[in-house]
């Protein structure tokens, strides 16, 4: 299992500040954030430095404006094509809570 924590809104219309304080977000995102609790376990053992995370931070976000720039100029696809790739055969994957046929 994992513990996660939705940092905004549901959608658009929910900017998910009505139910949540800004201040808990914030500490949650402080205390809680993966990615820092990883960078920090790497740095203290002496896994990357400073300067090899900066080095990455620097190319996922030239990655992803590559994304985003691949993505608004292509074309938007037909409705048919929603549902395609969007479940891949797992085999025997289990995932408990999910079957009501099982326990």
């Known amino acids: ?5 939705r940092y905004h809104g549901h959608s658009m219309s929910d900017p998910g500040k009505i139910y949540r304080p800004t201040e808990e977000v914030q500490g949650v995102r ?49 409705p048919h094509h929603l549902y395609t790739h969007v479940m891949e055969n797992q085999g025997d994957l289990f995932i408990r809570g999910t079957d009501p046929f099982t326990n």
Request: a negative charge; glycine letters at 2%.
């Open 1 to 5: 299992e994992v513990d996660t924590y």
């Open 30 to 78: 402080r205390e809680r954030d993966p990615i820092k609790k990883v960078e920090k376990y790497a740095l203290e053992g002496n896994l990357i430095t400073e300067e090899e995370l900066k080095t990455i931070a620097k190319e996922v976000k030239k990655e992803i404006a590559a994304a985003v720039e691949e993505a608004d100029a292509s074309p938007v696809l037909e």
